[in-house]
């Protein structure tokens, strides 16, 4: 059975993406790079909502036709994220790239349900939209906090949930970001 993570980098004060959507505050160094990479190796499938489908997609796609021109760290995430069977959840796109499978918010429950209980690994969740509509599902939360407040934007928690949760690991890391990992508290 898949564990189902919601996971991103995010500022200090909670938000993955500030007042103005951007989130270049999150962009990670090398050594938070490796550590999401480490994650990536044991995703069997990512659930993307349709922007962070739109943000992935295309650099790491374009990234894979010059490996050779990047960073070691870049080059194994391209590699690893195009390896991995993605879902993207959108009920206004109408196709999507190789490797992609389009899901209708309507069928976001059962689909992630039935993935739950045919995959091993982890069911890598992205997207605050996609987040929010299946809290219910999700049995780890990851942060990878880095030292910036950017004083609102998109919350990486959808705004009214109370989860109780336990801390299972947590690390720091030289340029001060640290990561948080929580299960679900039953």
């Known amino acids: 059975m898949a564990t189902v993570v919601y996971s991103s980098i995010v500022s200090l004060d909670g938000y993955f993406e500030d007042a103005d959507g951007r989130f270049d505050f999150a962009a990670p160094d090398e050594e938070l790079h490796r550590a999401a990479n480490e994650q990536a190796r044991a995703v069997s499938a990512y659930l993307f909502g349709r922007r962070l489908y739109e943000t992935m997609e295309e650099p790491w796609t374009a990234a894979a036709a010059k490996l050779d021109e990047l960073p070691a760290v870049e080059a194994e995430f391209a590699s690893l994220y195009l390896e991995t069977p993605r879902y993207v959840f959108s009920d206004t796109l109408e196709r999507v790239g190789d490797g992609v499978e389009l899901v209708r918010g309507a069928?976001?429950?059962?689909?992630?349900?039935?993935?739950?209980?045919?995959?091993?690994?982890?069911?890598?969740?992205?997207?605050?939209?996609?987040?929010?509509?299946?809290?219910?599902?999700?049995?780890?939360?990851?942060?990878?906090?880095?030292?910036?407040?950017?004083?609102?934007?998109?919350?990486?928690?959808?705004?009214?949930?109370?989860?109780?949760?336990?801390?299972?690991?947590?690390?720091?890391?030289?340029?001060?970001?640290?990561?948080?990992?929580?299960a679900v508290a039953g």
């Open 107 to 182: 069928d976001a429950v059962e689909v992630v349900t039935r993935l739950k209980a045919e995959l091993d690994g982890e069911l890598a969740l992205g997207g605050a939209g996609l987040a929010a509509s299946l809290i219910d599902l999700v049995d780890e939360f990851r942060l990878f906090v880095v030292p910036v407040a950017v004083g609102g934007g998109k919350p990486f928690f959808p705004l009214g949930t109370r989860l109780r949760l336990r801390l299972m690991e947590h690390r720091a890391f030289a340029s001060g970001a640290m990561f948080l990992r929580y």
